[in-house]
């Protein structure tokens, strides 16, 4: 079974860059066409999609965040990482990885925690 | 981008009820139109993909229906574990968007 798990700083300053890391395990990130995707949700509000990562290493970004977003894999670990040039307080929200389901149908079966990143000096 | 609106944005049921909560999209969908449940600290779980299908594990009370641009999540029989927030997401544009969540509540 496919497990996700977050991790990075907990607290960044603003302007600066935001890093967080996403491990997968029970599956290989580089096998299965599965699409690797960053979603965030702000503090008691909705769910806003960031971007995804193909297996292939191909990606695509949400049009409203794409200027500031880097989303990049590393097979040799079985990782992929978001990072969030610039970041202000609008920035602060829990940050998940998810993989979807079935190629690029956008439906996200397997999440992980979350982790919240709050944006503050 | 597709704007998704939910309602209502929060329900008030009890145990054994019928709800039926829906979502409207700002454009047609086609049937890209799924469906996911939030418990309070935890990540969303997938609970109906393409408008009806029933995500594997996912109890038969749970039913998604509709296209084009209006949809349904029905809870046959509400059992004490599904009060939670609902939120639709359309997956017809890449560019995913979600509603602004639906909390069902105890009365």
């Known amino acids: 079974q496919v497990q996700l798990q977050e991790s990075g700083p907990g607290l960044v300053k603003p302007s600066q860059t935001l890093s967080l890391t996403c491990t997968v395990s029970?599956?290989?990130?580089?096998?299965?066409?599965?699409?690797w995707s960053w979603i965030r949700q702000h503090p008691g509000k909705g769910l806003e999609w960031i971007g995804y990562?193909?297996?292939?290493?191909?990606?695509y970004y949400n049009p409203s965040l794409k200027s500031r977003v880097t989303i990049s894999g590393d097979t040799s670990k079985n990782q992929f990482s978001l990072k969030l040039s610039s970041v202000t307080a609008a920035d602060t929200a829990v940050y998940y990885c998810?993989?979807?389901?079935?190629?690029?149908?956008?439906?996200?079966?397997?999440w992980g925690q979350g982790t919240l990143v709050t944006v503050s000096s | 981008d597709i704007q998704m609106t939910q309602s209502p944005s929060s329900l008030s049921a009890s145990v054994g009820d019928r709800v039926t909560i829906t979502c409207r999209a700002s454009?047609?969908?086609?049937?890209?139109l799924i469906w996911y449940q939030q418990k309070p600290g935890k990540a969303p779980k997938l609970l109906i993909y393409?408008?009806?299908s029933l995500q594997s594990g996912v109890p038969s009370r749970f039913s998604g229906g509709g296209s084009g641009t209006d949809f349904t999540l029905t809870i046959s029989s509400l059992q004490p574990e599904d009060f939670a927030t609902y939120y639709c997401?359309?997956?017809?544009?890449?560019?995913?968007?979600f509603g602004q969540g639906t909390k069902l509540e105890i009365k």
């Open positions: 998810a993989r979807d389901k079935d190629g690029s149908s956008g439906s996200f079966d397997c």
């Open positions: 029970g599956g290989s990130i580089s096998s299965g066409g599965y699409y």
């Open positions: 990562i193909y297996y292939s290493g191909s990606t």
């Open positions: 454009q047609s969908i086609s049937s890209y």
């Open positions: 393409a408008a009806s």
């Open positions: 997401q359309q997956s017809y544009s890449t560019v995913y968007t």
